[in-house]
């Protein structure tokens, strides 16, 4: 089994910062993508950033944080990080990771994390 554990979420004050954390572990033979996405109440879950796992990593990131959120990742811990700058309250909701790749059996996964919630006070 695959399984994501997720970390950093909180409460700040607009304007201020917040590094998200997600720990791929388990029954893992590659990691292709890993990103994050989040909700906030009343709305649909929505893209905020992925980035590639493979030689070249292309990371892409939703117009809304390009220039404020920064994704970055650790190939060799299966870990990727969310640093997230000049948060503003429309930031606000529960910051999901995913990942997709292989298992140790050769199956695709794709997986999501329980969620962790981001606050911003303005």
């Known amino acids: 089994q695959v399984q994501l554990v997720e970390s950093g979420g909180g409460l700040v004050q607009a304007g201020g910062s917040l590094r998200l954390s997600c720990v791929a572990s388990?029954?893992?033979?590659?990691?292709?993508?890993m990103g994050w996405y989040r909700q906030a109440p009343g709305k649909q879950r929505e893209l905020v950033a992925t980035a590639g796992f493979t030689s070249g990593g292309i990371t892409n990131y939703a117009d809304s944080v390009k220039g404020r959120f920064t994704i970055s990742r650790d190939s060799a811990k299966s870990t990727v990080y969310l640093q997230m700058n000049s948060l503003k309250p429309e930031d606000a909701a529960v910051y999901y990771c995913?990942?997709?790749?292989?298992?140790?059996?050769?199956?695709?996964?794709?997986?999501w994390g329980q969620g962790t919630p981001v606050n911003v006070s303005s």
């Open positions: 995913t990942a997709v790749g292989e298992d140790s059996a050769r199956r695709n996964f794709g997986r």
């Open positions: 388990g029954s893992i033979f590659r990691v292709n993508l």
